[in-house]
């Protein structure tokens, strides 16, 4: 593998960035040079304008061409004047000689106030100056002068000195090159050399000779490499003799560890013995567990039957219940429909009896005017008692209807909340007569869910029903508050009465099925139940219960808008 030297790279690099530098160095002192010598010349083209500017100007004032011609060719002879133009005050040129630019690029005469530098991309370069003769204190102009120099003159100038200073620069290169050289060879090559040629004769089976001595007594930092190296050479001669002192160890643990081996065997012999017989102990209670798996499921398949037959009992209670309840309905309704019938039924006996009584008198010509006016206000007031009496019945009549039927129907239909609620308490009637309860109905007039009426009906009965039973305990009275509100876009019902509420630990027991406060006083432990499959499953919805102390029971149910 092609090996680079770091000294000579490192060598490599600092000469370049040297010669960088001279290069530019050099270059800006040419710049600073060529600069300086043309601002010098610069200086002279104005000294020399005003040395021959009042000679010009008189001879182009007396019109003597060949004197200004003579002088003209005067300024040309010197070294650095590369050209002149002269021109009269319209601009055209009168005497031209050597370089100079294009009459067209110079200004007119008349433009000119002070001498104005002159340049071109050729390296011409020099002073346009006018010429104004002054007589009789008034100045006329005459027309203007041009004396170029150019780039050329000012190289002739330095080249001397560009020579000096690339010689200079070369011989100080030249310089720095040798002496870099040789301290980069005795420093650094050298020492690098000899310790790469000790390193690579390194013989790992003579740790202890393998040691670097590097000539000379500077300390630098191949020095400490060197100490470095030693140091390690030392930490593996012990690395070695400690690896040689393990691996002894390492004999003497392999062949302890055949003689455990060994023991192992003969052990693992005696434990196999003894596996074989706890294998077929093993064996024996498996089959013991197979059989009391099998008593298990035939247990679990019973288990599995009186559960079926457990939830067709349950559904039959359920169904007695609300059959119950309906019938309890109808027997509350008939005797509450009994009375206004029994007053129509006297109104139009009554009634007929008169008209009987009239018609007599009216075939036996004894009516009189006072007995038609007597028979005309009994009339009157008996068709009104009975026409009373009868719309009464009819409205018991239409609600019960509507509420027996919406508890057998699984109909969904748009209910107004307020109305539908008015009317079951209508058909509850009969049953609340004894305690009179006061309720409290908050909600809105236009409010409409979509849902099951039957199942609606049901829940407010059951919770109309368990207040008057249990919170009132039949005998009491007392409010029932109803409120209704949108929240999140549901209804949300909140019932509650003003009862004697139930425990926490009843509170908790509150919707499982046969759960009842007033087990043996006509309490089947069905109507919470009901009521919370029939809001759960019938109507989407959920429910909880909560009872603060002496402040009677409270439900919150939501309900979707609509049930569908």
Request: aromatic share 6%; proline share 2%.
């Amino acid at each position: 593998m092609q090996i680079n030297s770091l000294s000579r790279k490192l060598l490599h690099q600092v000469l370049s960035i040297y010669f960088v530098l001279t290069f530019l160095v050099t270059c800006g002192q040419v710049a600073v040079e060529y600069f300086n010598t043309k601002s010098y010349i610069t200086g002279e083209l104005e000294t020399i304008q005003k040395t021959f500017s009042a000679s010009l100007t008189r001879a182009i004032w007396e019109l003597n061409v060949q004197q200004a011609r003579t002088i003209a060719e005067g300024l040309v002879a010197m070294p650095m004047i590369e050209g002149v133009v002269i021109r009269d005050e319209s601009g055209k040129a009168m005497i031209e000689i050597g370089r100079q630019l294009t009459a067209n690029a110079l200004p007119l005469a008349e433009q000119l106030t002070a001498p104005q530098l002159q340049q071109d991309s050729h390296g011409l370069f020099g002073f346009t100056f006018p010429l104004v003769f002054e007589f009789s204190g008034r100045a006329t102009l005459l027309g203007d002068v041009t004396i170029y120099s150019s780039r050329d003159v000012v190289i002739d100038r330095i080249k001397v000195s560009l020579i000096f200073l690339v010689g200079n620069a070369l011989i100080k290169t030249l310089f720095l090159i040798f002496l870099v050289m040789m301290v980069f060879n005795r420093l650094l090559t050298q020492p690098l050399s000899e310790l790469t040629q000790q390193i690579s004769d390194l013989d790992l089976e003579d740790i202890g000779a393998a040691k670097v001595k590097l000539s000379g007594d500077e300390k630098n930092e191949l020095t400490l490499l060197e100490g470095s190296f030693n140091q390690m050479i030392d930490q593996l001669a012990e690395y070695k003799e400690g690896l040689d002192s393990t691996q002894k160890e390492l004999i003497d643990a392999n062949r302890q560890l055949d003689e455990q081996n060994l023991r192992l065997e003969q052990d693992v012999a005696k434990k196999t013995s003894t596996l074989s017989r706890t294998l077929v102990e093993v064996d024996r209670q498996k089959s013991e567990l197979e059989q009391h798996q099998a008593a298990l499921k035939l247990q679990q398949e019973e288990l599995a039957v009186s559960l079926q037959e457990l939830k067709a009992t349950q559904a039959q209670l359920v169904e007695s219940e609300k059959m119950a309840s309906l019938g309890g309905l109808v027997a509350g309704v008939a005797h509450e429909i009994n009375t206004p019938i029994g007053v129509g039924v006297t109104a139009a006996s009554y009634l007929d009896d008169r008209v009987k009584e009239l018609q007599q008198r009216f075939s036996d010509k004894t009516l009189t005017q006072s007995n038609l006016a007597e028979f005309l206000t009994d009339a009157q007031q008996s068709t009104q008692l009975l026409s009373t009496n009868l719309n009464r019945a009819a409205e018991l009549i239409a609600s019960f209807k509507q509420v027996a039927v919406d508890q057998t129907s699984e109909l969904i239909r748009d209910l107004n909340l307020k109305s539908y609620i008015n009317e079951v308490i209508k058909s509850l009637q009969p049953k609340l007569k004894r305690q009179a309860p006061r309720f409290h109905i908050n909600c809105p007039e236009t409010l409409v869910l979509h849902c099951r009426a039957g199942a609606l009906s049901q829940v407010f009965t059951n919770l109309i029903m368990n207040t008057l039973i249990h919170g009132f305990n039949d005998t009491g009275s007392g409010d029932i508050f109803i409120d209704i509100a949108m929240v999140n876009g549901q209804v949300q019902i909140i019932y509650r009465d003003s009862g004697t509420g139930v425990d926490q630990e009843s509170l908790r027991k509150l919707f499982d099925p046969f759960f009842t406060t007033r087990r043996g006083h006509g309490g089947s432990g069905l109507g919470t139940h009901i009521l919370y499959n029939l809001i759960t499953q019938s109507l989407k919805g959920s429910v909880q219960a909560t009872s603060p102390q002496g402040e009677g029971l409270s439900y919150t149910i939501t309900l979707p808008i609509s049930s569908e």
